[in-house]
């Protein structure tokens, strides 16, 4: 018998990387991780392959080690809750929603069944280069607004990565629904949104303007979006939605500071069977809220 044919221990095992490596600290985990950018084969293991460093920095800044260890504290911020111990169980589904070349999703490859293992991705392209960097990754692909392609009340676990961070208000509650229609029962959702600390940053980077001082081009592109960068602190100190769009889209924009209290009014307006049960401002580098679908 051809050697393609004989079972290997993906064919064996609900995931083989589990077996392998699910004892490791997330530290140790996120070095497998980083191993693996060089050498993709590791214990007989094939690692998810990666995109040029080019197209991660073009997305979220950085690339390679340093974009894996960013990943990694909003992975290990997931892992401390009491929830995902009995959520990454045998039997459970896990999705990446908004997961762009699938950075996010890998540091969770070893916690749920391989053929519970999703992402979606509404941006084509993005959506099939992820599928062939991680053929482990089933990716969902759709619209920028929900058309319920995804399957209803099946995901355990959905995180999501610095995309609330850049919806539009109308956007932010639309796929909020769909998330609700999507998580099962007793589910969990984690969402990362900018927040105060990037407002502030802002306020700051306008003055350095002011001053004839050079800043970074997003942080250009987003005072350019905002006009009066303090209205919008103003309207975030109310608790209110604060968006800076991004001309013509009119879902999709340059930045969102999403204030708790614009969220629990999105939850409680659309009657969402969500109940926020954590917002964190000092954990990682972007604000992050965890829902529990009830």
Excluded at 149 to 165: R, T, Y
Aim: glycine letters at 6%; aromatic letters at 14%; one cysteine or more.
């Amino acid at each position: 018998m051809s050697d393609w044919l004989l079972p290997s221990e993906l064919d064996v095992s609900t995931n083989a990387f589990r077996d392998k490596f699910g004892n490791l600290s997330p530290d140790a985990w996120c070095d497998v991780l980083i191993e693996s950018i060089n050498s993709p084969i590791i214990d007989g293991l094939e690692f998810p392959h990666f995109p040029p460093s080019e197209l991660q920095d073009g997305t979220h800044g950085s690339s390679g080690e340093t974009a894996l260890r960013e990943a990694a504290e909003f992975y290990k911020f997931v892992a401390s809750h009491e929830f995902f111990p009995r959520k990454a169980v045998s039997g459970t589904n896990f999705l990446d929603f908004g997961t762009g070349w699938g950075r996010i999703a890998r540091l969770f490859l070893r916690d749920f069944d391989l053929d519970g293992f999703f992402a979606f991705e509404p941006h084509h392209t993005s959506s099939y280069r992820t599928r062939l960097l991680n053929p482990y990754l089933c990716v969902f692909t759709g619209g920028e607004l929900p058309d319920q392609k995804l399957p209803g009340q099946c995901f355990d676990v959905v995180v999501g990565w610095s995309v609330f961070s850049h919806l539009s208000e109308h956007s932010t509650a639309a796929w909020l629904e769909e998330l609700a229609r999507v998580t099962r029962k007793d589910g969990y959702c984690v969402f990362s949104a900018f927040g105060a600390r990037f407002l502030d940053d802002l306020v700051a980077r306008h003055a350095d303007l002011k001053a004839g001082r050079e800043i970074h081009w997003y942080h250009k592109a987003c005072l350019d979006a905002a006009g009066d960068i303090l209205e919008h602190k103003r309207r975030y100190a109310r608790g209110e939605f604060a968006w800076l769009p991004l001309s013509p889209n009119s879902h999709y924009g340059m930045a969102t500071f999403l204030h708790e209290k614009a969220l629990l009014n999105i939850i409680s307006t659309r009657r969402l069977p969500f109940e926020l049960i954590e917002f964190d401002r000092e954990t990682v580098n972007m604000d992050v809220f965890v829902l529990h679908r009830r």
